[in-house]
Each structure stands twice: as C-alpha cells, then as structure tokens.
C-alpha cells in the first residue's frame, strides 16, 4: 500500500513537471514563431527593397542614355559657337576700322569746312 500511496503523491508531481515542461514548450514554440515571423518580415521587406532599387536603376540607366545623347549633341553646337566666336571676333575688328574710317572722316570733313572758309 506504500507503493501505491507513493504513486498517487508522485502523480500530481509528475503532472506538474509535465505541465511546466509543456509550458516552457509552448513559451519556446512561441519565441520561435515570432522570430520566424520576424525573419519572413525582413525577407519580404528586402524584396520589396530590392524590386524599388532595380527602379532606381531602370531611371539611372535611362539617365545615362539621355546624357549621352545631350553630350553628342552639345558636340554639334561645338561647330556652331566656334562660328560665333569667329564672328564676334570679326565684328569687333571691324568695329575698329569703323572707329578708324569715322575718325579719318571727320578729319577730311574738318579739312574741308576749313578750306571753304578761307577767302581764295
């Protein structure tokens, strides 16, 4: 009768170890789905991450093709400015042989009223 005494006080003893051992179970089941839950969190978010940088690369790449374009045709305006410069060179020499001629002018025009105002 000892024995069974002894059964029935270590009864309630073992189904209180097995309670705390399937709490802890529970508890440790719980910790792990949520950090699962975390890391399948943190993968979506970098696949979200990584689809928005491939756009930024799309309009990246598209950039560089426009800016190539703009500096292929910057390169035909080259011919253009070098024109203007060349002109603009030309007008201001000639502007000097205006200011020359005008001069010169003015001094045969001086010369004349003179040789017209003294009597013969």
Known sequence: MAGKEEAKERDPLAE????L???VSTMIKGQ???TN???ELLEKMN????????GFGDV???????VEQLKTKSGNFDEYVQQIDAIEQQVTEFEAVISLLDKYVSLLESKLLSAYQTPL
């Open 32 to 34: 792990l789905q949520g």
């Open 37 to 39: 839950n975390l890391l």
């Open 16 to 19: 209180s170890l097995n309670d």
């Open 60 to 66: 990246a790449s598209g950039l560089r093709v426009y």
């Open 47 to 54: 696949v979200r991450v990584a689809e928005e940088y491939k």
């Open 21 to 23: 051992f399937t709490s």
